[in-house]
């Protein structure tokens, strides 16, 4: 079946602009999850849903960052007034539940200029 | 708090031979999970294997084998017959299996392993 799928894979954004990003989990998963992952290192954890519920967001780096999954199935990390130090790779994963592996998605490629 | 190190930045290995990729885990959960993941250049991470703190057994999936030393808090990942596709970043990372936060992963900082012909 299909895998987690990100877009876009790429994204260029000018310093102040807000940023959408989009996942769209393996159907049926109920646990999403949004990674950050800085260039050189491993994926650290921003935010976490059950369904449409957001349980955890402690990973989020600043107000500048919200999450959501309206309707239990496909989530949007939004990013406002983007900073040069945004720039990573986003990795969006899904999980039948929270106990059972993590699927992740291809990331997109944030760059701030 | 959970903590894995990859002391490894890089690894070369030559095709069809074994290679260990070490990882050592710091956690005061009394039950967890370790995970390996890969990921190639086109940035998806893809799980390998994963072993529980309380399984008896050490989990193995095809070629991948985990070593898991309790008592040395390391779960290093073993691949036999390495293949020219088996050129990736690889990641172990954890998961503590009891309070509030047995959910998010907590990943090393990655090993690059290159397979030469």
């Known amino acids: 079946g299909a895998g987690v799928s990100q877009s876009p894979r790429y994204k260029v954004a000018k310093r102040g602009q807000d940023v959408a990003l989009r996942c769209d989990p393996i159907s049926g998963h109920v646990s999403l999850f949004w990674y950050q992952q800085a260039l050189g290192q491993g994926p650290e954890f921003l935010t976490y849903f059950q369904n449409e519920a957001q349980l955890d967001k402690s990973g989020l780096p600043s107000d500048r960052f919200f999450a959501e999954r309206p309707e239990g199935s496909v989530s949007t990390l939004k990013i406002q007034r983007t900073q040069q130090e945004d720039s990573a790779v986003y990795l969006c994963?899904?999980?039948?539940?929270?106990?059972?592996?993590?699927?992740f998605g291809p990331g997109t490629r944030l760059t701030v200029t | 708090a959970q903590k894995i190190t990859q002391t490894q930045p890089g690894m070369f290995v030559q095709e069809k031979e074994a290679v260990t990729l070490d990882c050592t885990y710091d956690?005061?959960?009394?039950?967890?999970?370790l995970f390996w993941y890969k990921q190639p250049s086109s940035g998806e991470m893809i799980f390998l294997i994963y072993q529980g703190s309380y399984d008896q057994q050490n989990a193995t999936e095809g070629r991948y084998s985990l070593n898991f030393q309790k008592a040395r808090k390391s779960a290093n990942l073993v691949i036999s017959a390495s293949q020219l596709g088996d050129s990736a970043m690889y990641f172990c990372a954890m998961r503590g299996n009891s309070g509030g936060s047995n959910y998010k992963l907590t990943f090393g900082k990655g090993t690059l392993l290159t397979v030469n012909p």
């Open positions: 956690t005061s959960d009394p039950s967890y999970g």
């Open positions: 994963a899904s999980s039948l539940n929270s106990y059972y592996e993590q699927y």
